[in-house]
């Protein structure tokens, strides 16, 4: 069996190259200047459009915004894949048998959930 530290250790790997999360975005914004193709520009203002961005710099940081997350989703998944290919077999069994009671456990408590339901409020769900 696998030792605390040594599963935080592991865990904390799930995370590694993840930003943290902000917390208070900050209210300060950047003047920048660039140049763009005509197809770039004309990207942004039918996304400005189509998201009902209030400027043009809004729907940048909106755009800027998605890529980053969905870098940071690619991320995470790739630790998280590689965290689990790290398992030994018996770790996977564990995880496993921890896996099976959690859906145990949320199995009972919806199934309190349901019995506490009065029957006519089921029948109009």
């Known amino acids: 069996m696998m030792g605390m530290r040594e599963r935080n250790t592991k865990s904390n790997t799930l995370l590694k190259g993840i930003a943290e999360p902000k917390t208070k975005r ?67 069994r564990e995880e496993s048998a921890w896996g099976d009671l959690g859906m145990e456990a949320l199995a009972a408590v919806e199934s309190e959930t349901q019995e506490a339901i009065p029957e006519s409020a089921r029948a109009n769900r």
Do not use: C, M, W
């Open 26 to 92: 900050s209210s300060r914004k950047a003047r920048v200047s660039f140049t763009l193709s005509q197809d770039s520009l004309e990207f942004i203002h039918r996304f400005k459009a189509l998201d009902n961005s209030a400027s043009v710099s809004a729907a940048v940081d909106k755009l800027i915004e998605g890529f980053r997350r969905a870098h940071e989703l690619e991320a995470l998944n790739a630790n998280i894949t590689a965290y689990y290919d790290s398992l030994s077999p018996a770790e996977i």
